[in-house]
């Protein structure tokens, strides 16, 4: 099973990413329940739990909550239909992405190869989870109209968790790991 490290808003930061979501969601109708919104760092297949959750919380000792830049919009295209939030590859959570992968490549995890080719975001609306599939033309209207907003927010990171890929907020956590205040 693939498990998914991720970084996750303090609440005036989710705050804002929320509304964008909301308005995307409710006017598709694609969800009961939003999915909980995340910038994912890590992708691990298999890992043996308590080992990740040594290798991580050494790695999380020296960092402190961060600031993100959320800077536009990214749109994959089908299959996916997903419209994000383009997170700035720059700064602290590069270099935090980076030590983390770096890190779990040589406790011998299955983890990406290239980090490089990561675009960071944070997914609004996609295929996954949905009530409902929207078609092509709602997908590229909703991409469209997101761009159009230009979304543009410095956000907080507060805290680290590793999920289930589930879509249940009760069980999907499987370890947090918080950060440093400043």
Known sequence: MKYYLVALFDKDSYSFVESIQKNICKKYKLYRKLPV???????????????LDKIVS????PYKRFRVELNGVICFDPPYKSVN?????????TRLV???NEN?????????E???????????????????????DEYRIA?????????????????LEL????????????KSFSLKEY
Do not use: Q
């Open 143 to 159: 991409c469209e109209n997101t761009r159009n907003a230009n979304p543009k927010k410095v956000a907080r990171i507060d805290r």
């Open 85 to 93: 939030l383009k997170v700035e590859n720059k700064g602290y959570i």
């Open 37 to 51: 919104l995340h910038i994912t760092l890590e992708v691990i297949d298999d890992p043996d739990i308590d080992k």
């Open 58 to 61: 050494d790695v999380m000792k």
């Open 114 to 136: 290239d980090i490089n080719n990561w675009d960071l975001h944070v997914s609004l609306a996609s295929t996954n989870y949905a009530i409902r599939k929207w078609s092509t």
């Open 163 to 174: 999920w289930k890929p589930i879509n249940n907020k009760k069980t999907m956590t499987v």
């Open 98 to 100: 980076r030590h983390i």
């Open 104 to 112: 779990l490549k040589i406790h011998h995890f299955k983890v990406r």
